[in-house]
């Protein structure tokens, strides 16, 4: 008789918590009363293609706990859009606390290991040497402040005197040997100046040029503290966008990092954007609450730990200086890191 009670006591107590979890669950994801309502309204004045109205609706969603309503918006998203960088992140976000599958990935990770880091198949390839040389003669400053090291090779301080023989600036004995008396940093400003490009390939940079050497330094290391974690951008959980992270990074890896940074862009918001540096999705996604005057799409679209403290941050600061360091003027390094790499652009 007393077991019989037990098991049905233990029966009815066990149905009392099941119900209780499942009301929890519907209460968790269901939107309250007043943001349905207001959701109704907000929706009812968009257009079924205003993207950037419906993201920046299920911005809101998510800001209230409504994750059934941002499932929804980004549903309606990528209806239109399907590689939609911040949708998807929203959607994979609405799942998991909906307590539903994710959708399946666009990324796969590769399991092999290279050290302490990782590599992803999507990243394509790490660039090569000849390609670090081209990236650093593009970025090399009109007044660059380090001295580098660099390779003259096939006579080409000879050819460029041959070439500027007679014209301004070298017209006289005394004048040629000024410049022969140069160190190679000015002396390869000089060529540049005069000459562009058309010697390029015949002058190996062989040390980082200042904006580079700053990244490494000091901006990528602000990246992969914050964003390049395995639960965002460098891990086997990351977006659809991933940078290599580790340690001890090789100096390919650091220049295929910038390089992926420099081509991502979130609709027609860049990670790097030279004509507005203050607008750069680098530094706009370091924030958990954005600086005044910005429109709430540049803000990260899930919640992630903020890299900035503020607008005093020593590392803000000097990733703001790096960004202003660049020239305004975007340059095509001619590199794709899908493709194998031409000696002959």
Known sequence: MHRSMRTVC???????????????ALVQAAPAAGVQTEYEKRVAQLKPDDIAGHLELALWCK??????????????????DANHEQAKLLLKLAMRHLGEQEPPSDRSADPEQDGPEQNFSELGRIISDEEIRRIRWIELMDEEPRQLSIRFKNNVVRRFLE???????????????????????EKLRVIRKHTGDRFAKDIIIRTDPKRMADFGRRVLPVVLSGCATSHCHGGPNQSSFAIYNGRMLSK????TNY???HNYRVGNKRVINRDTPR?????????????PGLDPTYKHPVEIKPVFSGANDPKYR???EWLDSLSAL???YGISLKQPFSKNP
């Open 163 to 185: 070439a500027m023989e007679g014209k301004g600036g070298f017209t006289t004995r005394a004048q040629r040997r000024d410049f022969m008396r140069l160190k190679p940093t």
């Open 318 to 320: 000097a990733v703001c």
């Open 252 to 255: 390919n890896k650091v220049y």
């Open 330 to 332: 975007e340059p095509d």
């Open 63 to 80: 800001d209230h706990g409504a994750y059934r309503l941002v499932r929804k918006q980004c549903t309606l998203i990528l209806a239109q």
């Open 279 to 291: 607008k750069s999705l680098l530094l706009t996604y370091g924030f958990r609450e954005l600086p």
């Open 259 to 261: 390089l992926l940074m």
């Open 10 to 24: 233990g029966l009815v107590f066990g149905a009392v918590v099941v119900a209780l979890l499942c009301r929890m």
